[in-house]
Structure formats: C-alpha cells, structure tokens
C-alpha cells in the first residue's frame, strides 16, 4: 500500500506530530509506505516528492511547522492543475492520499475524491473553525500562546493606566478571541460571530474605569465587524489573496476609543506569533490521535472522510458533509465571555 501525504494552508504546531503518527503506525502496522508531497497540493500538481519513513520523522514531535512544507494552492482553482495531480498519482503508484489542513485544503480534498481519488482528511486550523470536529490541530497552541499574551499585556496595562487591544486570528469565527478571552480574563471580547456596538463598548470602558479600574484588556478576532446601524462604519481591508489585513480592525478601534473616552489606547496584533513554535501537548496528542485513525482508515477500506474529534472520541466524518461549512463559536461560550466582563 503506497499512500500519499501532504500539509496544505497555513501552517500551524502540531502538524509534524500527525505526519510521524502516519509514518510509524503505517511503516510497523500496516506495511505501508508513505510519499510526502512538498509544498501541499502544489507538491502534488508538481510531482515533488519525498520518501518518508523513520529516520525522516526522528525528533520531530515537538517541532513545530511541517516538515513537508505547505502553500495555499486549490488544484481546481489553476488551469491543468488537477490533471497534473491525478497525473502524479498515478505516477507515483498511489493507492490513497492523507490531506492535513484547514477547510481551503479540505474542500480541494473533496474535488479531488469527487475524480475518483481515495482521501482522508485530518483537520488543521488555529481559527478551529473546521466544521464536524471538535478541534483542530493547532487550537490550543494558539490558545496558549494568546492567553499568555494576555497575561502579560495585562501588567502593562494597569502600569500605564491604558486600555489595550489584543487582536488574534478568525476571520469567520472567533473561537480564539474567545478561549483566551475568558481565559485571560479579558474585559471585552469582540467576534466575527457577535457584531459589536462601539458606543456599548465605549460605555462599559467608561464605567469600569470610573468605578473600579484604571485598565482594561480587549481581545478583538481580525474579523469582528461593527453591528450595522451602529455609529462606527468600517469595512473589513482585505489583502491581495483575500485576507484580512492584521491589525486594521483593532487600529479601527484604537482611533475610536481613544477619540470617545479620552483613554491612552495601544494595539498588540499576535498575527503569525499565535501559529509559530513548540505544539502543546494537547496538540502533540491530537495530531496523533488523528494521524494513527488515518492511516487505519485508509487500511480498512474507509475513504473520503475526515478525522474529527467528538465527545473525546476519534471519529470520521464525509468530506461531502463539511464542504463549505463553517463551525461557529456557540452562543454560550461568548455569553461567558460578556458575563465575565
């Protein structure tokens, strides 16, 4: 059994601890060999492979990255690319592809599966926006690292009597400005999920500066937008490649607070500090977790899926039902986050 294996879409910790899973479990439990395509799905249009068996996975759990490489290419997207992917394959003699990525890389996984090709895909994002799991690979390095941002912004804060801005990533769902929000203790938690009114924010500043604090701490995701109606009028700056310009939406709000209350306002933007370094151990564990229910998968005939995390429990779910789908942060997680305030 030859099975192909490739890291697409932004990088993030955890990803290298998925990929030695998938070498070891596939090499000593099922006699398979494992072809590492570079760069993701432009590795794969591009027939640029690797050989990966142990001596190519050593010590490479706690690393964070992927060894692989990753780009953000969608072979249905480029003239000739999927013929060329399904050129490769064919090439390369391979039975099944494992895919690790966000949902960019696992839509391209489902238009790939649609040609007749076998896949399996293991969810990564720090955004944990992936619909049909639980969590992704990532999260809760990304998690950490804000918290801890936090923990640290927070002594500045009150040392200089400021209010100051951490922007995180998510741009359709704010699960991180939530997480580290209320685990940092945050006074304000802006999401994508919850448009805000800036005159309410303004008001809640004010009110807890004049009653008890000279500081406070708000955790804004890139892609929180004002309530329409309201009196801040902002569109959402968008890159070349349809991103979201880090830092534009906490700028935004760094220019109105300051102008509505008077307050000495700064902004931290975390930006690619949240996907970089060491992956947690919970990361290490679930990108093993999937990486072994992967490879098995595709051992027992179970193809086009994606591993998913339900309920503690390693699962797999249709590609065809989380194509362009969104996992949203529940109502009663940013509840907490507000009442925490």
Known sequence: M??????GGGDVPGLNAAIRAIVKRGEMEHGASIIGFRNGWQGLADGDVMSLSRPQIRNVLPLG?????????????????????LATLEAER??????????GTLHAASKVADEGIKIVGIPKTIDNDVWGTERSIG???????????????????????????????????????????????????????RPFDIEQVVRQLKHRHRAHASFSIIVVAEGAVPAKGTAMQYETELGQFGEIVAGSVSERLKCEIAERTG????????????????PTPADRILGSRFGVAAIDAIANGETNVMTALQADEIVLVPLSEIAGKVKHVPTELLDVATALA
């Open 94 to 103: 391979i039975d099944a592809v494992i895919v690790i990525g966000g949902d």
């Open 2 to 7: 030859r099975v192909g294996l490739l890291t």
């Open 65 to 85: 990255g992927t060894l692989l490489g990753t780009a953000r290419f969608h072979p249905k997207k480029a003239d000739g690319s999927m013929d060329a992917v």
């Open 263 to 278: 307050f000495d306002t700064r902004v931290t933007v975390l930006g690619h500090v949240q996907r970089g370094g060491s």
């Open 139 to 193: 999260f809760n390095t990304a998690v950490t690292i804000a918290t801890e941002a936090v923990d640290r912004i927070r002594t500045t804060a009150e040392s200089h009597n400021r209010v100051l801005l951490v922007e995180v990533m998510g741009r359709h769902a704010g699960w991180i400005a939530a997480t580290a929000g209320i685990a940092g203790g945050a006074e304000v938690v802006l999401a994508p999920e």
